[in-house]
């Protein structure tokens, strides 16, 4: 592998332009007891999808259902912006992961956490075939370096479809730690097997809530170039990012870490920029 330098920017963004789709539910699956795997189709993806190779966290806006009317009312596009129906509700949107792509099929795939406080996990928990979902996106894509010896993947269960994709996008010879918080152990769900990828379930129930952190910081710095990727609750990662830049000393820009949610806030604004201080 070549040696990565810190002059150059190691995360790449490549824009896409901003197409809102109308799609159905074509198939669902049950991952795990609080997962729940959701594929859509439609007419809406004969125009081309982004799916980027090492762009784990991808992510579309996902348009809900009003909830009165149980109809989604797409935004249109002006200008490169989005344009909200007029005389409806402001629709309902939440980011998740593209999980995966097949252009061949036309078959979007993402992966959802149940849960009944909110209209996403309530969605995915009752969605049945043909049901509608709005999808705008994905606006851009994250491109993560290929060139690192190795690699710290973290995060919770919010994160598993991007980490997922980090196991099975990393190129050969590789080397990386992943390690994964959930509520149970119940709650694992089947990983590709790698060499040289190690992957470790973290159970929040057995070891606490804060077993994530306390497992990062145990992590012991490899040699050679290291590439740190975390994503989860927007107040657990602080301590992590703050570990990775006081104590590993990792380059910033060797570094992504974001906070995909925040305890009692509907539809967090992730790319809102984080104090971790």
Known sequence: MTTPTTSEPRVKLRLHPLVPRLLRVVDVQTLAPAMRRIVLSGDDLAQPFPFEPLAASDHVKVVFPEIESGEIHLPTVADDRLVMPEGRPRPIFRDYTVRSYDAAARRL???????????????AQNAALGDPLGVLGPRGSHLYPADFENYLIAG???ALPAMA???????SGARAEV??????QIERIA??????INVTYLDRLAHGPAVLMETVQKFV??????????????AAIKPIRRHVRDVLEIPAEHVDIDGYWK???AGLDHHEQDDDD
């Open 109 to 123: 795939t993402l992966d959802f956490v149940l849960h009944d406080h909110g209209v996403a996990g309530r969605w």
């Open 179 to 184: 390690f994964i918080s959930i509520a149970h």
């Open 263 to 265: 305890q009692g806030i």
């Open 156 to 158: 919770d269960e919010t």
């Open 221 to 234: 710095r490899p040699e050679g170039d290291l590439f740190v990727w975390v994503a989860g609750e927007a």
């Open 165 to 171: 994709r980090w196991i099975e996008e990393l190129p």
């Open 191 to 196: 990983l590709a097997d790698r060499p040289g």
